[in-house]
């Protein structure tokens, strides 16, 4: 009697998961479809995670060009401006900053030579020559970096909140899979392939933006301290280059 009862009952639950299973309610796969499956709000979530992967691709291409741009212009003025110096010819020295004007190098020696120029040129500017041009040195050199780091900032805020944007769409996902089954009164898959369907599309929209952003920022970050470097050893030797001239200068 009791193997009868367990055999009835699980003959009861097949015949329900079959049913379950086998509810079939076409869903569309492509994105078209996909889109017109959507909710509001995992629509306004995947506008969103768009207009933030869209940023973030402009952040990428513009600071990917602009620090290209400053190691070739950089590569080109070294070497020429070091000649100009040890000739002692500071003002073609800046005339050749002033042709590499998207180097980062240029930039900060620019500001101490223009400084140091303006002192030797003129006894009415009161303070003491190299100290001004250290300053000189330094401030450009804090403008600099924050020009280098423009748009890095949103890009390690979109790579830190893209997931939890898709998340959000997710947690949206579920809700309306289980709001198909309750105003359907099914269980079947059918029911719940849409919902379900956009929770993982708002997931894996959240991750396609995040993970480039993070690694981009990483990489980009790791150039920006690199040139930082190159501008604090820049500025370095240019003030022992005006140490050794004010002292070729004493009688």
């Not at 030579?113 to 009161?126: C, G, K, N, V």
Request: hydrophobic letters at 50%.
């Amino acid at each position: 009697m009791f193997i009868a009862n367990l055999a009835a009952h699980t003959l009861t639950h097949m015949s329900t998961m079959a049913t379950w299973m086998f509810q079939d309610q076409p869903v569309g796969w492509d994105p078209i479809s996909l889109w017109h499956q959507m909710g509001f709000v995992a629509k306004g979530v995947v506008f969103v995670l768009f207009i933030m992967s869209g940023w973030s691709i402009g952040v990428m291409i513009d600071r990917y060009m602009a620090f290209n741009a400053a190691r070739k212009q950089s590569r080109a003025f070294a070497p020429a401006v070091a000649g100009a110096l040890r000739d002692g010819k500071i003002d073609e020295a800046i005339k050749v900053a002033e042709r590499n004007k998207k180097s980062h190098l240029a930039k900060v020696v620019t500001a101490g030579l223009m400084e140091f120029r303006a002192h030797q040129d003129s006894t009415d500017i009161p303070g003491e020559t190299i100290e001004a041009s250290k300053r000189a040195l330094e401030r450009t050199e804090a403008i600099v970096h924050a020009e280098l780091k423009r748009g890095l900032g949103g890009l390690a805020t979109i790579g830190s909140t893209a997931p939890f944007v898709g998340l959000f769409g997710t947690v949206m996902g579920i809700l309306n899979a289980f709001k198909g089954i309750s105003e359907q009164k099914a269980t079947g898959l059918g029911a719940v392939a849409g919902g379900i369907a956009e929770a993982l599309v708002t997931t894996a929209f959240g991750l396609i933006v995040a993970i480039p952003a993070v690694m981009m920022f990483n990489y980009l970050t790791g150039r920006v301290e690199a040139f930082d470097v190159e501008m604090d050893n820049s500025s370095s030797e240019l003030i022992d280059y005006f140490l050794k001239k004010r002292g070729m200068r004493r009688p």
